[in-house]
């Protein structure tokens, strides 16, 4: 009996020592795993995973950001949305992330909306009394094709890690860029809803991501303290000389300029294009604007002038690899030529050509002509360039930045539709020019539409193997290590 027993307790000892080893291993695997999880990502796109720059954005914030998410699980950007935040929150302890239903949750979803102040749709990050909200047409890139055939528009990209993490990267500056677009020259209206305004730049930059006015330069001998840039979008009169000193006084001292100088044909015909004053001001900084109209047959739209053209040949710079990468086409519509001066003294400038036409391009210099163009001996040879990013280290370190393209239309309401080759363009040239450089870097992320269909037989077959199947193989194998045991 007393070896029974002795057998007893040595048999209940070993099971309660591997009950309490079990439950320790268990323990130690749930601490680390939950200290050093790792996540994976399957999707050929990598659409669930954080490129190095935002990675690097959310492991050095200093404070807390909130995402407060506004949207519905039947919503097709929910899954997206949730998959790329848990990322987020997974990266730092200072990302705290909600959901809030607003159908479900009316109530909860009112006081929130009216706490941010939104309005629709979309996701709030907000740091402190701070906030940037992106509504949820801006998370999707959608693909119109099916509908001529009477098919939904579908999702075809995702912008959640660009946008995200330039809300973070806004929240952390603690202030917004201030934007000032000049006027008194004829140049092209922030308040024109019409197709050849530019009230669509205001809804790009978001109304609580920078900080946007009109400046009437005209006689001014000063760029306003404290802006950010300066935006000279189409003039169609020429600039003053003390206008044409405060820029270039300010460009020397670290500032930034966005300069859109379109062809302007003169009153009397085949007098060129009329002056802005610019041809001679940019010179100055290593920049030659052609006095020419852009053609390229081979890059011209059918039912267009052969002044319309579209472009994809792309210089390396921060402001076009994503659409090199991409090989999105970027539309101009009567463009002059804007190339290096190679005349004057660019010491110390860094000069970039951001797009070109293609060799059988050229620069058309008989404006008298334009109904029927041939290129003459006398005409800019192409491969000939659209527009440059000028870069040069001034006062205190701070690097001067200056972006000028031979058109403005490319940035007017009817060619920066949403998604467009053309708003990315101009999205990034403003990015680079106020320093946000970690947005230029985070393409949308193609989409995945990947589904398991079953038919209702199919089903059926599924539903028996769990529920009956999978339990029989477990009892038999249980079983099977009783009938052991026993012998």
């Known amino acids: 009996m007393a070896n029974v027993n002795r057998r007893w307790l040595v048999r209940t000892g070993t099971l309660s020592a591997g009950v309490l080893l079990i439950a320790a291993l268990l323990v130690i695997v749930n601490y680390f795993g939950d200290k050093y999880h790792k996540r994976f990502d399957w999707t050929s796109s990598r659409l669930y995973t954080l490129s190095e720059k935002s990675e690097n954005v959310v492991r050095g914030l200093k404070k807390d950001v909130d995402f407060i998410v506004f949207l519905q699980p039947a919503d097709e950007l929910f899954e997206p949305v949730r998959e790329l935040l848990s990322q987020y929150d997974a990266a730092s302890q200072r990302v705290k992330v909600r959901y809030v239903d607003p159908q479900r949750d009316r109530m909860e979803a009112e006081r929130l909306i009216q706490q941010y102040q939104i309005s629709g749709y979309g996701v709030v990050v907000a740091s402190g009394k701070d906030k940037r909200v992106i509504p949820s047409n801006d998370l999707a890139e959608m693909d119109f094709s099916g509908m001529q055939m009477g098919q939904a528009p579908t999702l075809s990209g995702f912008k959640g890690e660009q946008l995200f993490t330039g809300a973070i990267l806004q929240l952390g500056e603690g202030k917004k860029p201030k934007l000032i677009f000049t006027t008194g020259h ?72 966005l300069a859109l100088i379109e062809p302007t044909l003169g009153q009397t ?61 970027v539309l101009f519509s009567v463009a002059r030529s804007v190339g290096r001066n190679t005349s004057a003294d660019a010491a110390g400038f860094t000069i970039t050509e951001l797009a070109r036409t293609t060799g059988e391009g050229w620069g058309e210099t008989n404006l008298s ?108 194998a249980g079983i099977v290590v009783w009938s052991r045991r026993r012998r």
């Open 186 to 257: 004829g140049e092209r209206s922030l308040d024109d809803q019409g197709p050849e305004g530019l009230a669509g730049i205001q809804q790009l930059l978001g109304a609580d991501n920078f900080d946007v006015e009109e400046w009437s330069a005209l006689g001014k001998t000063a760029v306003p303290p404290g802006t950010d840039l300066v935006v000279i979008a189409g003039p169609r009169s020429p600039f003053l000389q003390p206008e044409l000193s405060a820029l270039a006084g300010y460009l020397n001292g670290g500032g930034r300029v």
């Open 369 to 476: 002509a334009l109904a029927e163009v041939e290129r003459g001996d006398t005409d800019v040879a192409g491969p000939v360039s659209l527009g440059v990013a000028v870069e040069a280290e001034k006062t205190q370190g701070r690097k001067m930045r200056l972006v000028v393209f031979g058109d403005s239309d490319f940035a007017t309401n009817q060619l920066i539709q949403a998604n467009s080759p053309n708003q990315i363009l101009l999205s990034n040239a403003l990015n680079w020019l106020v320093a946000r450089e970690a947005l230029l870097a985070i393409p949308p992320r193609k989409t995945e539409q990947v589904r398991l269909n079953l038919t209702q037989e199919q089903g059926y077959t599924v539903y028996a193997i769990a529920l009956l199947l999978l339990p029989l193989l477990a009892a038999g």
């Open 269 to 329: 015909e085949g007098t060129g294009l009329t002056p802005t004053g610019f041809e001679s001001w940019l010179a100055q900084f290593g920049v030659k604007l052609g006095n020419d109209i852009v053609i390229d047959p081979p890059k011209t739209i059918q039912g267009f002038t052969a002044a319309t053209l579209y472009t994809e040949d792309y210089g390396d710079h921060p402001v076009t690899n994503a659409l090199s990468q991409a090989k999105l086409p």
